[in-house]
T-cell receptor
Framework: QKEVEQDPGPLSVPEGAIVSLNCTYS??????FMWYRQYSRKGPELLMY????GNKEDGRFTAQVDKSSKYISLFIRDSQPSDSATYLC???????????FGKGTRLSVIA | DGGITQSPKYLFRKEGQNVTLSCEQN?????MYWYRQDPGQGLRLIYY???????QKGDIAEGYSVSREKKESFPLTVTSAQKNPTAFYLC????????????FGPGTRLLVL
């Protein structure tokens, strides 16, 4: 079993839809959870950063961590065509070890 | 204007040639990283450095080499031993600890002639 699993998509939704992006993981030592957005041929940029369990909201974006289920989610409300990108989850333990990235989910929001 | 710069944007390599990708940051970050991205593969860690004059191998270090002589700079050399170098290469930096946010450069696309 891979450390982090992420459905690669592609996921296509109409403008205004609520989008749910997910990652599952196997290592219970992960405590830091991030979501990055990557536009085509660009470097990833950080969207959300959460520590341990719970929800975090920033505008149209909500990150959710369920450590008991080893499952993290990113919700995008009122999705826009400008949200079309690849979304990568990244996880880290509290030890000084590198981030582990999911393979990314490609999202298309159709106007 | 702080950030990470990578050059060149596109790089072409001939068979048997070593090429060097540049990465510079002015964020005063201690840690720097190199990733390789292939279609459908996500980000794979090549090398990372947490302090000047020290670096560690990542998951796919074979065929690559790095140096960290200055805090701001972390160049990556793709050697002739790397048989499948065509990929998108991303450099990143973070303040210090590995679990901290990483900031990425714009990437270099390496193609083999």
């Amino acid at each position: 079993q891979k450390e982090v699993e992420q459905d690669p998509g592609p996921l296509s939704v109409p403008e205004g839809a609520i989008v749910s992006l997910n990652c599952t993981y196997s290592n219970s030592a992960f405590q830091y959870f991030m979501w990055y957005r990557q536009y085509s041929r660009k470097g990833p940029e950080l969207l959300m950063y959460t520590y341990s369990s719970g929800n975090k909201e920033d505008g149209r974006f909500t990150a959710q961590v369920d450590k008991s289920s080893k499952y993290i989610s990113l919700f995008i409300r009122d999705s826009q065509p400008s949200d079309s990108a690849t979304y990568l989850c990244a996880l880290s333990t509290s030890g000084n070890t590198p981030l582990v990235f999911g393979k990314g989910t490609r999202l298309s929001v159709i106007a | 204007d702080g950030g990470i710069t990578q050059s060149p944007k596109y790089l072409f390599r001939k068979e048997g040639q070593n090429v060097t990708l540049s990465c510079e940051q002015n964020l005063n970050h201690d840690a720097m990283y190199w990733y390789r991205q292939d279609p459908g593969q996500g980000l794979r860690l090549i090398y990372y450095s947490q302090i000047v004059n020290d670096f560690q191998k990542g998951d796919i270090a074979e065929g690559y080499s790095v140096s960290r002589e200055k805090k701001e700079s972390f160049p990556l050399t793709v050697t002739s031993a790397q048989k499948n170098p065509t990929a998108f290469y991303l450099c990143a930096s973070s303040r210090g600890q590995m679990q901290e946010t990483q900031y990425f450069g714009p990437g270099t696309r390496l193609l083999v002639l």
